[in-house]
């Protein structure tokens, strides 16, 4: 009677718990630590500027009787650019020719024909658009994380067009005002002509470049004020362990401790997951789906 | 009486007179879903202006509460008062008891503030704003479409003939017609160019106000007409706007055009958006004000949009998607329909018993008579039609006619006593006589029906709010009943007498064999009953067992809730969030849900309609096609959505009704006291293990207790004058200006284009801020540089301060939990198990948080006021039960008695429990009134029954014969009287209808409990009344014994003698009693013949 008895109630006990075991496994998304670079960035605004830039003032005073060349136009060294006519009579009127430093391009002009003009007035300025550098006010705070020769990215704000740029130095000088340092830059690749001076965009540099975890907010869980992970075992149980957290980047988090490689960290689940529950995953990739089943048969084999 | 009797015409009259004023007293009865009761909570809305939250608690904060306490007196109870200090604002809710007067409480709340605010910085007090609070769901929602005009078109077209007129509906908040396609006018700025032109929000801002505002120029008198000068605004077109001149800090003067993209569009961000079946419609939506009746706002707008329809073009065409005034006249038709079904029963059940169809008439004229009458005193009394009023109308239907029919069976019985012709005086005497005899059991009898109601009086709020309405229907109408019982039948009686030729005879029953079939059966088996001591035996013991079962088993089991709520074909899925800051997150979570419902329950779903109130709640109704599904939808739908630690969900029927009926949650854990951080980690540390637990499935935490940031940016204020001296003219006021802008946008207020106003919104280009980082390196311009933003001012991310929550000055946070939709027996085991879960975390895991501070925590009983409820009900219940018995006592004057009839009562109770528990059921209010009215009726059974067996018995029949003779003579009446009312309460006890639902506990405890009294009434009582005649009898002749035995005293030798004596007299009682029953048999076997 009671091997009849435990024949029939045995299996249909076992049955009952798995079934019940079945019922309440909760279905879980996990996140696969792995290693990546990660690094942080600093980001300032950042104006073009012409390389050349020469303003031409009058060396006397009289009245403009001629300009040579209008805005835009291209002007070689030692060109002449205006005459000037003195209105001395001690100078007998004598015309005065002003002759450019340097080649460029007439980016402004600041007078016309006919003007009477006084010694040290602006006439023009010459530029060469071809020839530019990247001009950024570095905050103090981030002096110590620049350092000249650092590569950067210059992004314009009008096209959103990324270009490599290089920081060729920064001034020593602070201003008490404002709270930063002026810093030069110059682009590494050719020059791109659409880079017109003037133009605004901003500059980012990669600092505090290093391999760490990076994962998703979602897989953080709290007691306390101390952040915890769920990960889950290779039986596919789950337990909580402390982590240790480093910056957030962009909705996701470093941790800095606690999570070794390899680790499953859940980042989504169908219920809430209690320590030492069974859970099935629900996004393992192929590769590891067949690694597992690889070694739960070399384990039934033994 | 002699007159009113003999002037029938005058009778009628005053009766019709009367019914009119009831008709039109009825037709001018408010119709609502729930009766009139209020519960006021008045809500105090305060911001802090330039104070932080600290600063706010300690300086005046901390004050209002108790003062607010203060008001509580005799007239204003206060239950409760809420308070939460949030970010940037605070809310006190006080809440009322139940009966308050809402404009009073309102007033002594706003004359509180006032005085607390006297000496408060302006700005703060300003902003007080002292409104009435409601939770109710009830809204109406009606969609518009046409295929012929695209939205904005639509809305055009429809604005100038709908939101004028929604305005005037009195009982409805901010009625508004919701175009999905409204339009803003966008300025979105050029970064370079405002960067490099140093210009601000504030500059924009400040050309923009002149440009909207006109101006007055004086008046000029011109040909003796006094004209005023006047300078129209300029900006009433997109060219004007983009021509608008702005002023940049260095003076130069520019065109808006030059630094911002100018255009017309869809409002991008929108704080409330309405869907149906997942696309967005143009949609008519209000809600009901506080204490507004939402019935009559509906009907109100409804009204509006149908007036309206006629003068707007014919491809116009409205859908009404949420009317809850349909859902509240459907549940309210329903009992009407019931109340009609339960008099109609209780009609043929006296015609069955009757016979005759003139005399069911008379008899029946009293349910309608009284059912009309009690509409004058409902009127008086400011009543309202609601579903628990009617129920007690219904209930009163079958009980009205009780009076009657026992005053016409007493004028027939009367009727062939009398020998010879009759003649108008004799007629008249033998009403009269009929009438004398059974006025006082009438009233004695309704007066102990109605005598039950009065316990109610001293329950609770809750149950009086509830209940009274109900109480007050049964005693108005049955109040009526008797008197029309007293004046009208007979009247009638005595016309019909009067009129008819051939005299007037007691007509025949048409189940008149079924019925005398059933008196012989009856007969047999209670002689058998009454005579086999081993059935009787067996009985008893059955019953004791029973009793016990019942008490033991059943009434654990039996559900408890507070009163049920209707049926209804709408049901709501209810999701919020954490974390999301824009609405548009919201939108696409919301999308998905409505997506998966629509899809999983595409066979019981009609139609979907979604609100998306804020970033983290949306709630999605669905309307279902079949009403009787909702059980089942409700339940699947609970498996269906469960919650995760992401998204949470509610799901539960839709209520309109405006009555704050508690529903508290099934399980609460109070964490209280303590620093508000360590409280608020403490309570989600215990809320995520009882949520591990699996204990409840669902477990929240009241306010919410997830972590929330902040960006944080403090300017560096120190580095300002130097920053002027250079030349610098904006300020770090300017800068949170400019990153608002550059974030979410600022709306600069509306111009006028084509006749209709528009919102400006002005922004930067999208996504020109997506990070911190972004924030931090915003280019600032000063002298020929651009600074970035983070160099000015500190820009860090910062976990935000918890929300200070207060209830009646304690602070704390609850954690509550429910069970599942038909799970609700589970709620003993799941909260063992979280109090077992929560001993355990007390034990091993409280210590881990390392808390500085030591808040506690406690469970709380959320069933308090349920229970509360219910036990004041079983007092007025035990109560009702003494009034009864003190009735009985004055009537019967005899102890015993009394208490054979009280019998009838914990029968009527058993018998209630029992079918509460055999038909699913709940202990609610409504069933325990049930149980208390039933008290009333059943034993009204017993009444006749011992009444008649004690008379039979003086006339010096046995006690057995007695107790024989009169329960068959009294099967009729007891059957006429228990079945009109069964009946009349079967449709309420079969739930028909979905205002059904509400009532059918108590349909189900009146007719089941009836139903089961009745029948052991009819054994029991004969058989406990001949136990106690026997008993009785007995000591009599031990009392003539031993009188006999003094006076033979002295001759006591003679032993004998006295044997003899002793066998003489008792042969001879026997005898005599023998030849007086069989006498008293064969008379009424004539009667019956006759």
Redesign the interface.
């Known amino acids: 009677m009671k091997i009849q008895s435990i024949m029939v109630f045995g299996p249909l006990l076992v049955f009952c718990q798995l079934a019940f075991a079945k019922a309440n496994i909760e279905k879980v998304f996990v996140k696969i630590a792995k290693k990546k670079e990660i690094s942080d960035k600093l980001t300032y605004p950042a104006r073009v500027t012409p390389k050349v830039s020469a303003m031409i003032l009058s060396e006397s005073q009289g009245v403009m009787t001629r300009l040579s060349f209008n805005l835009g136009d291209k002007v070689l060294k030692n060109q002449t650019i205006a005459k000037i006519t003195h209105a001395d009579p001690v100078y007998e009127y004598r015309p005065f020719l002003l002759k450019a430093p340097v080649s460029g391009v007439v980016s402004k002009v600041f007078t016309n024909v006919g003007s009477q003009i006084t010694k040290g007035q602006k006439i023009m300025l010459l530029t060469d658009p071809n020839e530019t550098k990247l001009m950024i006010e570095v905050a103090v705070k981030d002096l110590s994380s620049l350092k000249k020769g650092m590569k950067g990215t210059f992004i314009t704000r009008s096209e959103n067009k990324r270009y490599k740029v290089k920081l060729k130095g920064i001034s020593p000088l602070i201003d008490s005002a404002t709270g930063t340092a002026t810093a030069e830059l110059e682009f590494i690749s050719k020059f791109p002509t659409k880079v017109l001076p003037g133009i605004i965009g901003k500059i980012s540099f990669k600092t505090n470049i290093h391999q760490g975890f990076l994962f998703p907010q979602n897989v953080l869980t709290y007691k306390g004020n101390q952040p915890q992970v769920r990960v889950v075992s290779d039986e596919n149980k789950v337990s909580r362990i402390n982590v240790k957290l480093g910056a957030k980047r962009k909705g996701q988090i470093e941790i800095l401790s606690g999570v070794k490689k390899g680790t499953y960290l859940i980042e989504k689940a169908s219920g809430f997951v209690k320590d030492g529950s069974i859970v099935a995953i629900q996004n393992l990739p192929k590769k590891i789906i067949k690694k597992n089943t690889t070694k739960k048969m070399d384990r039934k084999k033994k | 009486m002699k007159k009113l009797y003999s002037s029938p015409f005058r009778v009628y009259l005053i009766i019709l007179v009367l019914a009119v004023i009831g008709i039109v007293a009825g037709t001018k009865l408010q119709v609502s879903l729930y009766p009139n009761s209020s519960k006021p909570t008045i809500q105090v809305s305060i911001n802090y202006g330039h104070l932080n939250k600290d600063e706010f608690v300690q300086n005046y904060g901390n004050k209002v509460g108790p003062r607010l306490q203060a008001i509580s007196s005799d007239s204003l109870i206060i239950k409760e008062i809420t308070t939460i200090y949030r970010k940037t604002s605070a809310g006190f809710k006080t809440e009322f008891d139940w009966g308050t007067d809402p404009i009073k409480a309102k007033r002594e709340v706003q004359n509180i503030m006032n005085a607390v605010s006297a000496s408060w910085p302006r700005e703060i007090k300003d902003s007080i704003n002292v409104h009435y609070w409601s939770k109710s769901s009830g809204f109406i929602a009606i969609s518009f479409f046409s295929e012929k005009r695209d939205i904005d078109n639509l809305y055009k077209t429809l604005e100038p003939a709908l939101v004028p007129k929604l305005a005037s509906v009195q009982d409805a908040e901010n009625p508004s017609l919701w175009n999905p396609g409204s339009k803003e006018v966008s300025i979105v700025l050029n970064?370079?160019a405002v960067?490099?032109l140093r210009i601000f929000p504030r500059h924009i801002e400040q050309a923009l106000r002149q440009g909207v505002q006109g101006y007055l120029g004086g008046t000029v008198v011109v040909d003796n007409a006094k004209l005023s000068v006047q300078m129209p605004r300029y900006l009433n077109s997109l060219e004007s706007l983009q021509e608008l001149l702005v002023q940049t800090p260095t003076g130069r003067i520019i065109h808006l055009s030059e630094i911002a993209e100018i255009s017309i569009g869809e409002a991008i961000d929108s704080n409330n958006i309405f869907k149906t079946n997942g696309s967005k419609s143009l949609m008519l939506f209000a809600k009901p004000k506080s204490g507004g009746n939402v019935k009559r706002m509906a009907e109100q707008i409804l009204q509006i949009v149908k007036e309206a329809m006629p003068n707007l073009p014919k491809d116009i065409q409205y859908k009404v998607l949420v009317d809850p005034s349909e859902f509240i006249r459907s549940s309210i038709n329903n009992v009407i329909h019931e109340v009609f079904l339960a008099a109609s029963l209780a009609v043929f059940v006296l015609f069955l018993f009757v016979g005759s169809i003139k005399n069911t008439i008379t008899a029946a004229l009293e349910i309608p008579l009284s059912m009309v009458l009690a509409f004058i005193l409902m009127n008086i009394f400011d009543m309202n039609l609601n579903l628990i009023s009617l129920g007690g109308l219904a209930l009163a239907a079958g009980m009205n006619v009780d009076a009657s029919v026992v005053i016409m069976e007493n004028i027939f019985r009367n009727l062939n006593d009398v020998k010879g012709p009759l003649n108008f005086k004799t007629r008249l005497a033998l009403v009269l006589r009929s009438v004398k005899e059974v006025r006082l059991p009438i009233i004695a009898s309704t007066i102990s029906t109605l005598v039950v109601f009065a316990p109610i009086a001293f329950t609770s709020n809750l149950t009086n709010a509830i209940l009274g309405d109900l109480a007050k229907a049964v005693v108005y109408s049955h109040f009526f009943s008797m008197f029309i019982a007293l004046i009208l039948v007979p009247t009638i009686r005595l016309h019909i007498m009067n009129s008819s030729k051939d005299g007037d005879i007691a007509p025949i029953s048409p189940i008149n064999g079924t019925l005398l079939k059933l008196e012989a059966l009856y007969e047999k088996g209670l002689r058998f009953f009454i005579k086999s001591k081993t059935f009787k035996i067996c009985l008893y013991f059955v019953m004791v067992a029973f009793i016990a079962g019942v008490a033991l088993y059943t009434v654990p089991k039996l559900k408890r809730e507070i009163i049920g709520t209707p049926d209804t074909d709408w049901m709501i899925l209810s999701v919020s969030t954490q974390g999301n800051t824009l609405i548009k997150q919201m939108e696409e979570i919301a999308s998905k849900e409505e997506a998966r419902l629509l899809e999983k329950f595409s066979e019981e779903i009609r139609y979907t309609f979604t609100q998306i109130q804020a970033p983290n709640r949306t709630t999605i109704m669905a309307r279902l096609k079949n009403k009787n599904d909702m059980s089942r939808v409700w339940k699947k739908m609970e498996e269906e959505f469960?919650?995760?630690?992401?998204i949470f969900y509610w799901v539960g029927p839709w209520n309109p009704a405006e009555l704050p009926l508690p529903n508290p949650p099934h399980m609460r854990l109070v964490v209280q006291g303590g620093a508000t951080e360590d409280r608020v980690?403490l309570a989600?540390?215990i809320a995520?293990t009882i949520?591990?637990?699996?204990a409840f499935p669902r477990t929240w935490t009241n306010p919410g207790s997830s972590?929330q940031e902040n960006i944080i940016m403090e300017p560096?204020f120190k580095?300002w004058p130097?920053?002027s001296?250079?030349g610098?003219q904006f300020t770090p006021f300017d800068l949170i200006d400019l990153t608002r802008v550059a974030t979410d946008g600022k709306k600069l207020g509306h111009i006028n284009l084509n006749s209709q106003s528009i919102p400006v919104k002005l922004s930067f280009p999208k996504g020109i801020i997506a990070?911190k980082?972004?924030l931090?390196?915003?280019?600032i311009a000063?002298q020929d540089?651009?600074?970035?933003l983070?160099?000015?001012s500190t820009i860090k991310?910062e976990q935000a301060k918890s929300n200070i929550y207060k209830v009646n000055n304690r602070e704390l946070i609850y954690i509550n939990g429910k069970q599942k939709k038909g799970q609700e027996d589970k709620i003993k085991a799941s909260l063992a198990k979280v109090k077992a879960v929560v001993k355990d975390y007390r034990k091993n895991d409280l210590h881990?948080?390392?808390?500085k501070s030591a808040p506690i925590f406690y469970f709380e009983d959320t069933q308090k006021s349920l229970k509360d409820a219910l036990k004041q009900l079983s007092l007025a219940l035990v109560l009702a039960a003494l009034l009864i018995f003190i009735t009985l006592l004055l009537q019967f004057g005899d102890l015993i008695h009394s208490l054979i009839i009280m019998i009838a009562a914990p029968l009527g109770i058993l018998g209630g429990l029992l079918s509460l528990y055999i038909f699913d059921s709940t202990i609610c209010l409504n069933s325990i009134l049930g149980i208390i009215l039933l008290n009333g009726i059943a034993v009204n059974n017993s009444i006749i029954l011992v009444d008649f067996i004690t008379k039979l018995h003086s006339e010096g029949i046995t006690p057995l014969e007695a107790a024989i003779l009169a329960s068959k003579k009294r099967l009729r009446p007891i059957l006429i009287t228990s079945l009109t009312t069964i009946l009349g309460m079967l449709p309420i006890a079969l739930g028909l209808g979905d205002g059904g639902k509400i009532l059918q506990p108590l349909g189900l405890s009146v007719a089941g409990g009836l139903w089961f009294s009745m029948f052991f009434t009819l054994f029991l009582v004969p058989t406990f009344e001949v136990f106690y005649l026997t008993l009785q009898d007995r000591f009599k002749a031990q009392d003539i014994l031993l009188d006999d035995s003094l006076k033979f005293r002295d001759t006591a030798k003679d032993i004998n003698n006295l044997n003899l004596r002793k066998q003489d007299i008792s042969d001879k009682f026997m005898l005599e009693r023998a030849v007086l029953a069989k006498k008293l048999e064969t008379k009424m076997l004539e009667d019956n013949q006759q």
């Open positions: 970064p370079e960067t490099s469960q919650n995760s630690p992401i980690l989600k540390d995520d949520r591990e637990s699996e972590k560096h580095r130097l920053l001296k250079i610098v990070s980082e972004d931090e390196s915003f280019p000063v540089r651009f600074i970035p983070k160099s000015l991310i881990k948080l390392k808390l």
